[in-house]
């Protein structure tokens, strides 16, 4: 299972870019048997599924505990069936002719063809065409209250934010696009072709909707900008607003912030590479220790069997780990037990069917006679229609402009429908054409069109003809008992049983399939869609003569005053209609819900009578819409992964401070943002790593310093807790009034160097050792290995001024035994308590002027003592302003919070 740390070499390519984000099961697995100030790195979460899902609420989770109010408390494990195959999404790169490889891992009803899952990190959104339109409030109706509300007034919009859909479709516009949009708009509205859907039932667009007012209002000269119109144009407010509506939701960003690249269509996997980028800049290495410090981790190639379980006494079940599947063996992965009042968590990010597959499994007996019943129910997926047509320039001509165009035209419109059953179904309609097509024509349409499986299509049109592909998408009834998911009785796979899917057929013709009501229900949507299809095409065909294009290779000719009944009649429809399944975009079967006992999981995703499980995919949807999940899908993700930030997880102890506070402010609070305003001066390989609230020491071969560069100060109080882990090993100190350590030392200091046997010129955690004062922390009091003491080198242990609280190495009049007389005691020093491994203790430095006052106060037991007190003579050193830092001793490890400072 060992895997080498540096990169692979395969025949074509060396995997850099795997090795920086992927650990193999065994480092992660090595990574929770050891201990980092003092806590076991236990996995705090475990995300099982590394693709679109499982991806987005990692990097969610990763980023809200390592910015700003963070403070970096948790540790999260990414488990993914398949390999890292790419960084982004497949039409961010050059063409390379496919998608990567999919899998189907579980049994079909025979009359279905799933095309199965993409096994890889990023999984369907690496292929996915983009289109993401919000639920209407009818399509969600049944949806848990709390959970609408926070994605209509949050949710919704942090999610359009992140996948780029906000934004006005600003990468498909031109010529073509504006006549197609004008023509379609002006079709709708005529008597005959409605939809089920009037303009004013439908939203407003969402950059309308999300419209940031502090950049002015919407007019109709901003409106006019957003569909790419003429300043001249003279369209009204009312009408421009609709043309918005027929604009393609596409998650596709073109326009970045001044000095960014844009990421184009998106993808989870380059949030979760930025992740990955960041817990390994803060681990500051490789190999089994840096990984002990590293936040996230993700491991690819691991199938999970099984979660494992304990049933606690009050019947509710805990998850206690993970079993995954690999090189032929289970190993167990565990979480980390419940601490500082929080609880660790799995979340389970996989396809619906493979959710479902692991919830069952798991859950079948512990859960029996609960919400293990309802789990595979409620199956949900998509009907599918596509028609393809070429129309002949003459039938758009009227709202095209004179000049020949000189690049290859695109479009991409969207329009709502509903049928008599209250299902909803939508078109997504692609378009190119009205130029020759070059050599290169395939490759450029692969960049330009939202939807890959249109792209033969479209390579059928030229100068004089506009291939237009016009997609149905429809709801499919919930609770069908026709439509569920179970296990199968005979085949396994990875040692468990597999998933067995049924789906309602509507696509089989009632005699072979009779159905459900729902089934049939469905099979009338369907109907009722692909009628409004017909009707979208003769709109578009405008009273000329247009051809079918059922195959890549054939064309029907259709004539001038065909109406949509006759279309229906043609042989080309015979193939019009998508098999169930092939989607992708399949829910439901681990519904939310507020009744307990008419769903799966809570309003959050936390399944019913489990203290720690929650499920973050489609699976969780109660109905459907027509839309791709994707939007609603990371919507969920986010706020799944806030309330697990701030109301289940483990967060850093809560502060005890022993003292008034009155008049302090805080250096450093525990949060990621102040944790930067202190920096590291020495060599790299070691520092203070932002753990937990507090800073952790880490690192060997050479002195460091981590010090507060944001100010200097003269008179202070600072206080500042800390801890040690091992009685013979705790060697650290506060140094105050030292300057910069960037800069150069005094003249008059640098003669001071030949004292400090050890002294690195070329480290700058050095220099305030001479220009500062350190107040010790060390209860062992070793001597300097460097030094004399009266003779006798090394110098002894156990000297006063060495110890934990005195001013190091300013003379305390310890005594000189061989010669029978004491040192001066410059400094009045007294032992505080003793240090306590995994006990805070507090440091209160009082700098007034040249006297300097340290304190020690053990905080469990409230002892507090005055250490010592000391008037500073030397005109050169620890002069009135200076900066104040923390040493990083090598291969001592300590726990530092609760830094603050009172100052005149």
Same mark, same amino acid.
């Given at each position: 299972?060992?895997? *080498?740390?540096?990169?692979?070499?395969?025949?074509?390519?060396?995997?850099?870019?795997?090795?920086?984000?992927?650990?193999?099961?065994?480092?992660?697995?090595?990574?929770?048997?050891?201990?980092?100030?003092?806590?076991?790195?236990?996995?705090?979460?475990?995300?099982?599924?590394?693709?679109?899902?499982?991806?987005?609420?990692?990097?969610?989770?990763?980023?809200?505990?390592?910015?700003?109010?963070?403070?970096?408390?948790?540790?999260?494990?990414?488990?993914?069936?398949?390999?890292?195959?790419?960084?982004?999404?497949?039409?961010?790169?050059?063409?390379?002719?496919?998608?990567?490889?999919?899998?189907?891992?579980?049994?079909?009803?025979?009359?279905?063809?799933?095309?199965?899952?993409?096994?890889?990190?990023?999984?369907?959104?690496?292929?996915?065409?983009?289109?993401?339109?919000?639920?209407?409030?009818?399509?969600?109706?049944?949806?848990?209250?709390?959970?609408?509300?926070?994605?209509?007034?949050?949710?919704?919009?942090?999610?359009?934010?992140?996948? &780029?859909?906000?934004?006005?479709?600003?990468?498909?516009?031109? *010529?073509?696009?504006?006549?197609?949009?004008?023509?379609? $708009?002006?079709?709708?509205?005529?008597?005959?072709?409605?939809?089920?859907?009037?303009?004013?039932?439908?939203?407003?667009?969402?950059?309308?909707?999300?419209?940031?007012?502090?950049?002015?209002?919407?007019?109709?000269?901003?409106?006019?900008?957003?569909?790419?119109?003429?300043?001249?144009?003279?369209?009204?407010?009312? =009408?421009?607003?609709? @043309?918005?509506?027929?604009?393609?939701?596409?998650? #596709?960003?073109?326009?970045?912030?001044?000095?960014?690249?844009?990421?184009?269509?998106?993808?989870?996997?380059?949030?979760?590479?930025?992740?990955?980028?960041?817990?390994?800049?803060?681990?500051?290495?490789?190999?089994?220790?840096?990984?002990?410090?590293?936040?996230?981790?993700? %491991?690819?190639?691991?199938?999970?069997?099984?979660?494992?379980?304990?049933?606690?006494?009050? +019947?509710?079940?805990?998850?206690?780990?993970?079993?995954?599947?690999? +090189?032929?063996?289970?190993?167990?992965?565990?979480?980390?037990?419940?601490?500082?009042?929080?609880?660790?968590?799995?979340?389970?990010?996989?396809?619906?069917?493979?959710?479902?597959?692991?919830?069952?499994?798991?859950?079948?007996?512990?859960?029996?006679?609960?919400?293990?019943?309802?789990?595979?129910?409620?199956?949900?997926?998509? @009907?599918?229609?596509?028609?393809?047509?070429?129309?002949?320039?003459?039938?758009?001509?009227?709202?095209?402009?004179?000049?020949?165009?000189?690049?290859?035209?695109?479009?991409?419109?969207?329009?709502?429908?509903?049928?008599?059953?209250?299902?909803?179904?939508?078109?997504?309609?692609?378009?190119?054409?009205?130029?020759?097509?070059?050599?290169?024509?395939?490759?450029?349409?692969?960049?330009?069109?939202?939807?890959?499986? $249109?792209?033969?299509?479209?390579?059928?049109?030229?100068?004089?003809?506009?291939?237009?592909?016009?997609?149905?998408? &429809?709801?499919?009834?919930?609770? /069908?008992?026709?439509?569920?998911?179970?296990?199968?009785?005979?085949?396994?796979?990875?040692?468990?049983?597999?998933?067995?899917?049924?789906?309602?057929?509507?696509?089989?013709?009632?005699?072979?399939?009779?159905?459900?009501?729902?089934?049939?229900?469905?099979?009338? !949507?369907?109907?009722?869609?692909?009628?409004?299809?017909?009707?979208?095409?003769?709109?578009?065909?405008?009273?000329?003569?247009?051809?079918?294009?059922?195959?890549?290779?054939?064309?029907?000719?259709?004539?001038?005053?065909?109406?949509?009944?006759?279309?229906?009649?043609?042989?080309?429809?015979? +193939?019009?209609?998508?098999?169930?399944?092939?989607? $992708?975009?399949?829910?439901?079967?681990?519904?939310?819900?507020?009744?307990?006992?008419?769903?799966? !999981?809570?309003?959050?995703?936390?399944?019913?009578?489990?203290?720690?499980?929650?499920?973050?995919?489609?699976?969780?949807?109660?109905?459907?819409?027509? *839309?791709?999940?994707?939007?609603?899908?990371?919507?969920?993700?986010?706020?799944?992964?806030?309330?697990?930030?701030?109301?289940?997880?483990?967060?850093?102890?809560?502060?005890?401070?022993?003292?008034?506070?009155?008049?302090?402010?805080?250096?450093?609070?525990?949060?990621?943002?102040?944790?930067?305003?202190?920096?590291?001066?020495?060599?790299?390989?070691? &520092?203070?790593?932002?753990?937990?609230?507090?800073?952790?020491?880490?690192?060997?071969?050479?002195?460091?310093?981590?010090?507060?560069?944001?100010?200097?100060?003269?008179?202070?109080?600072?206080?500042?807790?800390?801890?040690?882990?091992?009685?013979? +090993?705790?060697?650290?100190?506060?140094? #105050?009034?030292?300057?910069?350590?960037?800069?150069?030392?005094?003249?008059?200091?640098?003669?001071?160097?030949?004292? =400090?046997?050890?002294?690195?010129?070329? /480290?700058?955690?050095?220099?305030?050792?001479?220009?500062?004062?350190? %107040?010790?922390?060390?209860?062992?009091?070793?001597?300097?290995?460097?030094?004399?003491?009266?003779?006798?080198?090394? =110098?002894?242990?156990?000297?006063?001024?060495?110890?934990?609280?005195?001013?190091?190495?300013?003379?305390?009049?310890?005594?000189?035994?061989?010669?029978?007389?004491?040192?001066?005691?410059?400094?009045?020093?007294?032992?505080?308590?003793?240090?306590?491994?995994?006990?805070?203790?507090?440091?209160?430095?009082? %700098?007034? &002027?040249?006297?300097?006052?340290?304190?020690?106060? /053990?905080?469990?037991?409230?002892?507090?003592?005055?250490?010592?007190?000391?008037?500073?003579?030397?005109?050169?050193?620890?002069? %009135?302003?200076?900066?104040?830092?923390?040493?990083?001793? *090598?291969?001592?490890?300590?726990?530092?919070? $609760?830094?603050?400072?009172?100052?005149?």
């Amino acid at each position: 299972m060992a895997q *080498p740390l540096t990169s692979e070499s395969t025949s074509f390519t060396l995997d850099n870019m795997g090795r920086y984000l992927c650990n193999t099961l065994q480092e992660a697995f090595d990574s929770t048997t050891q201990t980092i100030a003092g806590r076991q790195r236990a996995f705090d979460v475990i995300v099982v599924g590394g693709g679109t899902f499982g991806a987005a609420i990692a990097e969610h989770l990763f980023v809200t505990d390592a910015g700003g109010d963070g403070t970096r408390s948790r540790r999260i494990l990414v488990l993914e069936a398949g390999p890292f195959v790419l960084p982004e999404h497949m039409q961010n790169m050059p063409f390379m002719g496919g998608a990567p490889d999919l899998r189907v891992p579980w049994v079909n009803h025979p009359a279905l063809n799933y095309s199965g899952l993409i096994f890889a990190i990023g999984g369907r959104s690496l292929t996915w065409g983009g289109w993401s339109p919000e639920l209407l409030d009818l399509e969600w109706a049944t949806w848990p209250q709390t959970t609408r509300d926070d994605l209509r007034t949050r949710y919704f919009e942090q999610s359009s934010d992140q996948i &780029g859909v906000t934004a006005t479709n600003d990468f498909i516009f031109g *010529p073509l696009h504006s006549a197609l949009r004008k023509q379609l $708009h002006t079709g709708l509205k005529t008597p005959g072709n409605e939809t089920g859907f009037s303009f004013a039932d439908l939203p407003d667009h969402p950059s309308v909707r999300y419209h940031d007012s502090t950049l002015g209002p919407i007019n109709v000269a901003l409106l006019r900008k957003w569909l790419n119109l003429p300043a001249g144009n003279r369209t009204s407010k009312a =009408e421009l607003l609709e @043309l918005l509506k027929l604009e393609a939701p596409l998650a #596709v960003q073109s326009r970045t912030e001044s000095g960014l690249f844009p990421t184009n269509k998106f993808s989870a996997v380059p949030g979760l590479i930025r992740a990955a980028r960041l817990a390994n800049r803060e681990a500051d290495g490789t190999g089994p220790i840096a990984d002990v410090r590293k936040r996230l981790m993700i %491991v690819p190639d691991c199938h999970v069997q099984e979660l494992i379980t304990e049933t606690q006494a009050d +019947n509710w079940v805990r998850i206690t780990g993970v079993r995954v599947w690999q +090189n032929g063996m289970s190993v167990d992965i565990p979480l980390a037990p419940p601490r500082d009042s929080g609880q660790s968590a799995v979340v389970i990010a996989l396809g619906t069917v493979e959710t479902t597959r692991v919830a069952l499994t798991t859950f079948q007996q512990s859960l029996a006679g609960r919400a293990a019943q309802r789990m595979g129910s409620n199956l949900i997926a998509h @009907l599918r229609s596509n028609l393809t047509i070429r129309v002949p320039r003459k039938a758009i001509e009227a709202n095209l402009p004179p000049e020949p165009f000189n690049s290859l035209q695109c479009s991409a419109l969207f329009v709502k429908g509903k049928a008599a059953s209250g299902s909803t179904f939508h078109f997504q309609i692609t378009a190119s054409g009205l130029n020759e097509l070059g050599t290169d024509a395939e490759a450029e349409l692969f960049k330009k069109i939202p939807t890959l499986e $249109h792209l033969e299509g479209m390579l059928r049109a030229n100068d004089k003809t506009v291939v237009i592909t016009i997609r149905g998408i &429809g709801e499919m009834k919930p609770r /069908n008992p026709d439509s569920f998911v179970d296990l199968s009785m005979l085949e396994t796979e990875f040692g468990r049983p597999k998933a067995v899917v049924h789906l309602g057929n509507a696509k089989a013709v009632p005699e072979a399939f009779p159905g459900s009501n729902e089934t049939n229900i469905d099979r009338a !949507t369907w109907d009722e869609m692909d009628s409004v299809s017909d009707k979208i095409a003769l709109i578009f065909a405008g009273n000329e003569p247009f051809e079918i294009l059922p195959t890549q290779s054939s064309a029907i000719p259709v004539p001038v005053g065909s109406r949509a009944q006759r279309l229906a009649l043609l042989g080309a429809f015979r +193939n019009r209609r998508d098999d169930l399944g092939t989607t $992708h975009h399949d829910t439901g079967t681990m519904r939310m819900g507020d009744d307990i006992a008419d769903s799966v !999981t809570n309003d959050f995703g936390r399944i019913h009578d489990t203290t720690n499980c929650y499920i973050a995919s489609p699976a969780l949807f109660p109905t459907m819409g027509s *839309p791709n999940p994707m939007l609603t899908g990371i919507a969920l993700c986010r706020r799944t992964a806030d309330l697990l930030s701030s109301s289940v997880l483990p967060s850093s102890e809560p502060v005890i401070s022993p003292q008034p506070e009155a008049g302090f402010r805080s250096l450093f609070d525990g949060t990621d943002k102040t944790f930067k305003d202190w920096y590291l001066a020495g060599p790299g390989g070691g &520092g203070m790593l932002h753990l937990n609230g507090e800073m952790v020491s880490y690192g060997g071969g050479g002195l460091r310093l981590f010090y507060y560069a944001k100010e200097a100060f003269s008179d202070f109080t600072l206080r500042l807790q800390f801890r040690i882990f091992d009685t013979a +090993n705790h060697n650290s100190g506060v140094f #105050v009034r030292f300057p910069r350590p960037t800069l150069e030392l005094a003249d008059t200091l640098k003669t001071r160097i030949p004292n =400090e046997p050890f002294f690195d010129a070329g /480290n700058a955690a050095w220099r305030p050792v001479i220009a500062g004062f350190e %107040v010790q922390i060390d209860d062992n009091a070793r001597g300097d290995s460097g030094k004399d003491f009266y003779g006798i080198r090394p =110098e002894l242990d156990g000297l006063f001024k060495n110890r934990t609280g005195a001013i190091y190495k300013i003379q305390a009049g310890d005594r000189v035994w061989h010669l029978n007389f004491n040192e001066p005691a410059v400094q009045n020093y007294t032992p505080g308590p003793a240090l306590v491994p995994g006990i805070w203790f507090e440091y209160e430095i009082e %700098v007034q &002027g040249n006297n300097y006052r340290v304190f020690l106060t /053990n905080i469990q037991t409230g002892v507090r003592q005055q250490t010592t007190s000391f008037d500073n003579t030397d005109g050169e050193r620890g002069r %009135v302003r200076g900066f104040i830092g923390i040493q990083v001793y *090598p291969g001592s490890t300590l726990a530092w919070r $609760h830094i603050r400072i009172k100052t005149p």
